[in-house]
């Protein structure tokens, strides 16, 4: 007979090991989900946004704006290794982080219980690093076409510093003003960031058109897109990768992960089919780029509310997202005329505060009871929430419109930020880097105006690409 202690030693051993092997699944669970939603994140920005805003400009201007979205990864990745995830997410006043993960020391295969328990620091620092690297991508919608390529560098660089860190510091980070569970005075709710990446990208993109003042043949119409195939191909690759970009931000495969996933979609949906509808009412005929850029209001709106709204709340979400942001972009800034060349604050800057104000509204415990057993949106009957999201709205956006026009001064007087009239009417991929998007070669290859005054060759060479190249005959294809 065995003794009754002996059994229960045993019984409790056999629990302990149970017990570790759940947790150890259930890390490696969570670890490999987050990994897979870091490479989405990244997919949105190269190649998704680099084809949705390269497919939107003239041909002329292609490379440089895709360009800008993959230089964005090299500059927010290293300031991220150096100095921006310790500013964000180590502890230090409520404004920015501290340097204690400079150099993402101590950041290794540990987590950190401030921010999960069941994955890696390191997995959670390249998660979170992959917003950084879109959100200035963003920005670069409203400059396109006539920005210098080193004042983009320059701008990105220091947008980083000066906004997006005490930001998201702010927001998301131990002890930070915004933060809803981790010490912050105002509670506002941000699930994947509708304030720390839409608001102040577009915003700051605001400042910029305004800054940079219209394109020379800008009037007051859109520009037609060179190629809306290649929108289409990024804006699908972008509503793919921001299922990570929102379910990933749960930080768990969970169920709010699953939640999260399924209001993306949703609001992507239907804000997809209000802009479409409306877009077809006024002008008699649907249009595949008012319905992708309706699918990306949507996928903006829900952001913030990803992870504390049901679907049907989400679905909501995206018919105010899709009808106000089309007013924006089709309406107001046309009376306004600003030439915010991509749409970035008519998309992303309304359609990320619309979010932030959805998620005070329809956030419900029985969701994500961030609160414990207290109420969390109005929905719950916490209208104070509101409130909170309002203030978290407005104080993105101060920082955004204050920072970016005193770098905007900064860089404008150290280097200058706007190219040659020459240059600009020229198209950027020649005249800032040397190359061109397309080179047809006919039955008879290149045929240079040079060499064919009359044109009684058939084209399909550089000249037809780039009219007027005579006077771009010093560029050297290197």
């Given at each position: ?267 992507a949906a239907s804000s997809m089919l209000a802009w479409t509808l ?77 979010g932030a104000v959805a998620t005070g509204l329809f956030a419900t ?114």
């Amino acid at each position: 007979m065995i003794p009754v202690a002996t059994l229960a030693d045993d019984v409790s051993d056999r629990l302990a090991t149970l017990e570790a092997a759940a947790a150890s699944a259930q890390s490696a669970a969570d670890n490999g989900w987050v990994l897979l939603c870091s490479a989405l994140v990244l997919l949105m920005t190269i190649p998704g946004l680099a084809l949705f805003y390269g497919g939107l400009v003239r041909q002329k201007n292609v490379i440089s704006t895709m360009l800008k979205s993959l230089i964005c990864v090299g500059i927010a990745t290293l300031m991220w290794a150096f100095v921006g995830y310790s500013l964000v997410f180590s502890e230090g006043n409520a404004f920015i982080g501290g340097l204690d993960f400079a150099f993402l020391n101590g950041v290794g295969g540990v987590p950190n219980p401030d921010y999960s328990t069941t994955i890696p620091q390191q997995t959670f620092m390249i998660f979170q690093l992959m917003f950084a690297v879109i959100t200035p991508a963003l920005i670069t919608g409203a400059f396109a076409e006539r920005i210098r390529f080193p004042a983009k560098i320059a701008f990105t660089s220091l947008w980083l510093l000066v906004v997006y860190y005490p930001l998201a510091h702010m927001v998301w980070g131990k002890g930070g003003f915004l933060n809803a569970v981790l010490g912050g005075s105002i509670p506002a709710l941000d699930f994947a960031g509708g304030t720390v990446v839409h608001v102040s990208s577009g915003v700051s993109a605001l400042v910029c058109a305004i800054y940079l003042g219209r394109r020379v043949d800008y009037h007051d119409s859109p520009t037609p897109p060179h190629s809306t195939v290649l929108s289409l191909i990024g804006a699908a690759l972008l509503w793919f990768g921001w299922f990570g970009f929102n379910a990933g931000s749960a930080l768990s495969a969970n169920a709010l992960a699953a939640n999260a996933f399924v209001t993306t979609h949703f609001a992507a949906a239907s804000s997809m089919l209000a802009w479409t509808l409306i877009d077809w009412f006024k002008n008699g005929k649907p249009t595949a780029i008012g319905a992708i850029s309706g699918a990306v209001a949507g996928l903006v709106g829900i952001t913030p509310a990803a992870g504390f709204v049901s679907p049907m709340s989400a679905i909501i979400i995206g018919l105010l997202a899709g009808s106000a942001c089309y007013v924006m972009v089709v309406e107001v800034k046309k009376f306004f005329g600003y030439d915010d060349t991509l749409d970035v604050f008519g998309i992303h800057g309304i359609g990320g505060a619309i979010g932030a104000v959805a998620t005070g509204l329809f956030a419900t415990r029985l969701i994500n009871p961030i609160f414990g057993e207290g109420p969390v949106g109005l929905a719950d009957g916490n209208s104070s929430q509101i409130l909170n999201q309002l203030a978290g709205i407005a104080i993105a956006a101060l920082l955004a419109a204050v920072g970016t026009l005193a770098i905007l001064k900064f860089v404008d007087v150290l280097i200058g930020l706007r190219v040659s009239q020459t240059d600009e009417i020229a198209g950027l991929d020649a005249t800032q880097h040397g190359e061109i998007a397309y080179v047809f070669e006919g039955p008879f290859g290149l045929i240079h105006d040079s060499e064919d005054p009359d044109h009684k060759t058939p084209r399909g060479g550089i000249d037809d690409i780039l009219p007027g190249t005579k006077t771009l005959a010093a560029v050297r294809m290197k």
